[in-house]
């Protein structure tokens, strides 16, 4: 009788194997929410108003003379819940009955879906800080820019950068504390890489980067003229010219305080992320479906600079 080898009895290995793990897409780290003040006094609606009151004036007052009355600016803030996204997906009976994985499919549904949500969510409030400004201009507020192309060679970021966006803030009466910097990943390479940190003999702050990296997560190890640095790979794309400089294939940077009470974003989210599921039996499958509705909007232009900065130099 015949042994047992590898040549002649192939039909009785399993050449080929399926794991009962799935590899999941890695992803990003959302943080924008908690930059945003919710808006609680909007119970119904779409619409809210807010109206605001400027400044008294000072004038010369002549004894004898009547006192002169001048009005006190008036505005209005309009904010609307314009948002209203769905994320859905089915899986079939014959699928249900047929797949090796159809427990962990259904099981990643509801936390997939919700995940989508919430990041269209992130790219919103950052793409309403950006057209909350005027594009292709320096957006200048109590003679201090509030929007400008980064000052390093190739249009990329540099310190002064932050120096400067510390003084536009300033400039515009809002208080220095829990500042906070979003930027690209670019920003944090071309920010390790200066030359002028690199060649610094007996640097201890550059050899930290080098050993430990310029961030931990989505932050900065250490602040930069007193901004708290986080990266952002949700930042909207520009491409503008600002005071004659253009900026290529760029990004949005901000730099605003995050103080609960001057925070430069307002929002609301009227539904949160809601699950429905229901069995089609037309077309014999299982759907599911996350509905969320919500609006973000710039509320403090004063409280918020922009930096373009080019991603090409990468």
């Not at 290995?13 to 930059?35: C, G, H, P």
């Not at 929007?147 to 310190?159: D, F, I, K, Q, Y």
């Not at 007996?202 to 932050?219: A, F, L, P, Q, Y």
């Amino acid at each position: 009788m015949a042994g047992f080898t590898v040549a002649s009895n192939e039909h009785l290995i399993r050449s080929n194997l399926w794991s009962r793990q799935i590899k999941e897409v890695l992803e990003d780290e959302l943080f924008a929410l908690r930059f945003v003040r919710m808006i609680m006094d909007f119970p119904d609606g779409d619409t809210l108003n807010i109206p605001s009151i400027g400044q008294a004036e000072v004038q010369d007052y002549d004894e004898g003379q009547a006192v002169k009355y001048t009005a006190m600016d008036t505005g209005n803030f309009t904010f609307t819940i314009d948002q209203y996204k769905q994320s859905g997906t089915y899986i079939t009976e014959k699928m249900k009955q047929d797949s090796f994985y159809m427990q962990e499919l259904v099981s990643s549904f509801v936390p997939k879906q919700a995940r989508a949500i919430m990041k269209a969510i992130e790219v919103r409030i950052f793409d309403r800080m950006n057209s909350g400004q005027t594009a292709s201009d320096l957006n200048t507020i109590n003679s201090a820019d509030h929007r400008w192309v980064a000052s390093g060679t190739n249009e990329v970021m540099t310190p002064q950068d932050f120096a400067k966006a510390r003084y536009a803030l300033q400039k515009a009466n809002v208080p220095m504390i829990n500042l906070v910097a979003v930027v690209d990943p670019s920003v944090e390479y071309t920010l390790s890489t200066l030359t002028n940190l690199v060649n610094v003999s007996n640097n201890m702050r550059w050899e930290g980067i080098v050993r430990d990296g310029m961030s931990t997560g989505m932050k900065f190890l250490f602040n930069i003229y007193g901004f708290d640095v986080y990266v952002s790979q949700n930042l909207p794309d520009v491409n503008e010219t600002v005071d004659s400089v253009t900026t290529g294939a760029g990004k949005a940077n901000y730099f605003f305080s995050a103080s609960p009470d001057i925070l430069n974003m307002v929002g609301l989210i009227r539904q949160p992320p809601k699950v429905d599921s229901e069995y089609n039996k037309d077309m014999q499958r299982e759907e599911y479906v996350t509905t969320c509705r919500y609006g973000m909007k710039l509320f403090r232009p004063e409280n918020l600079v922009t930096v373009l900065s080019d991603t090409d130099q990468v």
